[in-house]
């Protein structure tokens, strides 16, 4: 089973829209718990961690569901420049400081 | 600031050939370094990581080695390439002092195998 799994995608909304994903995690030991964001052909680049009781950045909403292990991210108002992999990623507290990745959720954003 | 720095950007190797793929991290000290391989269209496979200098954990069994000669200095080798090799090797750097430090990636090197 696979430590991290999201839906692949692709998601294609138009700008102004509001998308969500979702992520869920395995392992009930997973400690600390990452969105990252990857433009084609280029690096993952954090975009936010995600805390327990939620935390907001701009038009980005990260929320956090343990009894669930569950992880979202909502991004609201879309804009051209929002195309891109969304990884979702946890860090496993008993695996010393590694990361996991999910595989990614796909967004373009349509004019 | 910190900055990780990775070449070459792009390789085209044969199959058969050595490898040498080279990761350095500045402006950090005593940071936990990380390869991982991204092959298209799939997600990152952690293939080792580094809490310290001749410190390495391999996390899957293949024919890649990885060393680490100096304290922000990580290198991934190969003997002789596979074509499942081919990939796209992403070196990232971490603060050692606890688990909810975030990794940062390096521009990454695109690997072809022919």
Redesign the interface.
Known sequence: RKEVEQDPGPFNVPEGATVAFNCTYSNSAS??F?WYRQDC??????LM?VYSSGNEDGRFTAQLNRASQYISLLIRDSKLSDSATY?CVV?I?NT????Y????TSLTVIP | SQTIHQWPATLVQPVGSPLSLECTVEGTSNP?L?WYRQAAG???Q?LF?S?GIGQI?S?VPQNLSASRPQDRQFILSSKKLLLSDSG?Y?CAW?T?TS??????????T?LLVL
């Open positions: 400690q600390s990452f052909r280029k690096e993952p680049k954090l961690s990884l860090s507290s010393g400081n590694q990361f990745f999910g595989t990614g | 936990n990380y799939r997600g990152l952690l990581y809490v954990s996390e796209f992403l971490q050692r688990s909810w430090e975030t990794q940062y990636f390096g521009p990454g695109r």
